[in-house]
Each structure stands twice: as C-alpha cells, then as structure tokens.
C-alpha cells in the first residue's frame, strides 16, 4: 500500500507540474474561450445531440451502500474519516453494464451520462492521481467508468460523463463553498492545486476511455463567486477530444466554452423548480434532468415514483420545449437497477417505438406549448401531441405553410381539419384507452 500510495503521489506531482508548465498555452486558452466560435466537429455533435433527444442519467457511486442518496455525506452529515470506511462496504457483483446499456437503447435512449465523480470526490475509475477511487479502495476494485465505456462503444450508444467540480473530500478544495463544513477537514488548502487535480483527472477521463461525447459539469453553484478557471478547463476538454460537448448545471446563462445548457428538473424557461431562477433559454442545444422518483442516487425508502405515463408527457414535453430528457436511475449497490425503474423504462420503450418518429430528429414546434400540449416538427412535417385536451375539436394559431394533409400517427388514420378565422381546427378523433398522447401529423406544402 505504501508503494501504491507513492506512486500515485508521484503521479499527481507530475500531473500538477506539467499543468504548470502549460501555464502559457493555458493563457493563450483562455483568450479563445473567451470568443469561443465552436468548430465543425463540434457543431456536428450539437445538431446530434438535439436529433437525439431522450438519455439516461446515471448517478451511482459508494453512497448508494447508505441507501439515502447522493447527498448523505452533506445531510446526514458524515465526517471525512467516517465516510472513508464506506468504500469498504461497496461491492456490486452483480452489475452487467451490457444490461445498463440494453435498457437504455429498448427504452429509447439515444446516450447515457453517468457520475465519473460526485460531490464526495470519489472517482468511479481507476485515477493515478488519487487513491480515492472505485478501483482503490472498494473490494470490487475494477473501473466502473471503463467497463460501461467499453460496453456504450460495443452497442452503439455515446457516452457522457457527469463530473462535480465541488468536492467535499479535497481538502484542497478551500475556502469552503455553501456546503461541506461537517467534514472534519483543515481550514486551509490550496485552490489552484485542487483546480489543477480536477484538470488532471479530467485529462485521465478524456484520454483512457475512448470518445466520449461530452462532460456534464455540477457543483459550480457551490462557490459561484469563485475563479474556476473555466476557461482553462474547458479548452483542455476541446484540445483532448474536440468533438465533445460542454454543458454546466451552474444554473446561470451558458458560459463562452459551454456546448449545450441544461435546466435541473425543470423545462426550459418554466422556473418552477426553484433551481433555475437566474437562466434565460440560450440558442444552444437544450436539456432538462429529472428523477423517476425524488432522488437522484438510490434512496431505499423513496417511493414517490412518477407514472410512466408522466415521464412519457414529460418527454414529449421537454422535446416540444426544443430540449432533450435526461430520464435519471440510481442503481442499488448490487449493481443492479431497482425493478421499479427497469417496468418504467421498459413501458415508456414500447412508446418511444410507436411513436418516436414524432420526436426524434425534430425541433421544437411552430405552435407554443399550452396545457392541451405541445408541437414538434421536422422539415414540413408538424407533429401535434394532445396530451390533455377533451374536447372533440383544437384550434391552434395557423401553420407557417398551408395544410396538405393530417393523420394520426397511432394507425394512419385521416384526421379532420379546416381554416376558420386565421386558425387551423382539427376535429380529433376519440384517445383510445390509457392513450398518453394523441399525435395528430400534419403535413405541410413544401417550402418554396
């Protein structure tokens, strides 16, 4: 062990000295970020992202042991030493990251993000710069992230990975942000070494693990104030891997460097979570996270589990929004996914295979969302999803273009429609039992 811990000292000590010497290109970096103009690859990967628009999130670390989230080392809370013997208690023999990824793909999932390292510091791959790691210091001792990245590449799947710049183990990682006073750390440390650790496994992630399709920041808010040397970090990302995509869940306005802007449980612009009061809607590609219960990692009393007829609304919600849907799970520490959530995924795949076409590879619509539904659209087709309307007729506001036809998308079935007073009506037809949505295809004359 003594051994093992000087090589990884040694390791970090040349991490930080060539970051160090890279002090001039990072500067150079920071001008470019600065007036950031996305290049090809990556404009590529951003029209990819929005044609994609459903995802798996994935929180899972050495927490989920504890049975009570993510957040137990904060809430409960659990001093740094105390929380050290947790690692010894994760085990997960049975997890099957071909199973993870076939879930994902039956239930219509286009990537997975999954947690590289969460507000606890501790990494779920096998990081040469620290020994607080999955591979380390578990008995399972093999690299979660590598597995699954094998496993994303063999089925067809991209990667993203879910990475928190707060850290409640560094004690690097000071002065202290709004959480992580109950650890039992010093008072004092170095930031720009922690900046510089954080860079440095980033670079491990983005050059030991094949493409990756991007990295989905957290934690930001806890120190908002704070020089993160965004910049810098985000340049490293773009040189290690130019096609992958930035995002932060800092809950502002998207930063110079950042790919595409997500919105914590929340559609964009909606401000009811609570999360999001300071962020307007960005022209970059859109995300909204939310849970199949109320939490994020596995909690075992939670049973406040959304219907799947309300994640398939929410879907089609966040796509009539212009915005994808990162549909969260927290494996168990078996590593399994808890059944609960395996019946969801499945019921919503059986309608992602109906009905996808009305919301993949389309943007948001020419009629604004309204409590009876949303519209999405693909060239001159318009999709209509009536999602609460009991009415025999809809009026909605006119089609950029004239109507040629109207169908709906369940059985091909002609649907009724009329111009009356600058609105189009469409007579619907009956929801047939347990219907979640009435997708009523509209197609348009072609553009001249």
Not at 131 to 154: F, H, Q, S
Not at 221 to 227: L, V
Not at 326 to 339: A, F, K, R, T
Request: charged residues 20%.
């Amino acid at each position: 062990m003594k051994i093992h811990l000087r090589f990884r000292s040694l390791a970090l000590a040349a991490a930080i000295l060539c970051l160090a010497n890279a002090g001039a290109q990072a500067t150079s970096a920071q001008t470019v970020q600065e007036s950031y103009t996305p290049a090809a690859v990556i404009l590529k990967a951003r029209a990819w992202f929005q044609d994609a628009k459903f995802g798996m999130f994935i929180h899972w670390g050495v927490y989920s042991v504890l049975g009570d989230g993510e957040w137990i080392m904060e809430t409960r809370p659990i001093n740094r030493t105390d929380y050290a013997r947790v690692p010894a208690f994760f085990n997960p023999i049975k997890f099957n990251p071909a199973a993870w990824v076939a879930l994902a793909k039956a239930a219509g999932m286009k990537y997975i993000t999954i947690t590289s390292k969460h507000h606890d510091g501790f990494a779920m791959f096998d990081s040469r710069l620290t020994d607080w790691n999955v591979v380390a210091r578990t008995p399972y001792g093999k690299d979660v992230i590598g597995m699954l990245a094998a496993e994303c590449r063999k089925q067809g799947i991209k990667l993203f990975l879910y990475h928190s710049q707060l850290d409640w183990h560094s004690p690097d990682y000071f002065p202290r942000g709004r959480t992580g006073h109950h650890t039992g750390r010093p008072d004092s440390g170095n930031w720009d070494a922690y900046l510089n650790f954080m860079d440095g496994q980033l670079r491990e992630l983005l050059t030991n693990y094949g493409e990756i399709g991007g990295i989905w920041f957290d934690g930001m808010w806890d120190k908002a104030d704070a020089d993160w040397h965004l910049a810098r970090t985000y340049a490293l990302i773009h040189q290690l891997q130019p096609q992958a995509m930035v995002g932060s869940n800092h809950h502002k306005n998207p930063f110079p460097g950042e790919d595409f802007q997500m919105f914590e449980k929340d559609l964009p612009g909606q401000h009811t979570s609570g999360f999001n009061p300071e962020q307007s809607v960005s022209a970059l590609p859109l995300e909204t996270a939310e849970t199949m219960n109320n939490s994020w990692g596995f909690n075992l009393t939670d049973e406040h589990f959304k219907s799947t007829a309300d994640l398939i609304r929410y879907l089609v919600r966040a796509a009539g929004s212009n915005a994808n849907f990162l549909l969260n799970v927290g494996p168990m520490p078996s590593g399994e996914i808890q059944p609960e959530f395996v019946q969801r995924l499945t019921e919503v795949g059986r309608w992602t295979r109906q009905y996808g076409d009305s919301i993949y590879g389309t943007r948001g619509g020419p009629v604004a969302a309204g409590p009876w539904g949303v519209t999405t659209q693909r060239g001159s087709t318009v999709y209509v999803h009536v999602l609460d309307w009991n009415a025999p007729v809809l009026a909605l506001p006119a089609m950029p273009r004239p109507v040629r036809a109207a169908r709906l998308l369940r059985d091909g079935s002609s649907v009724e429609f009329s111009a009356v007073k600058g609105r189009l009506v469409l007579k619907l037809p009956d929801p047939q039992p347990e219907e979640v949505d009435r997708v009523v295809v509209l197609e348009l004359e072609a553009a001249k």
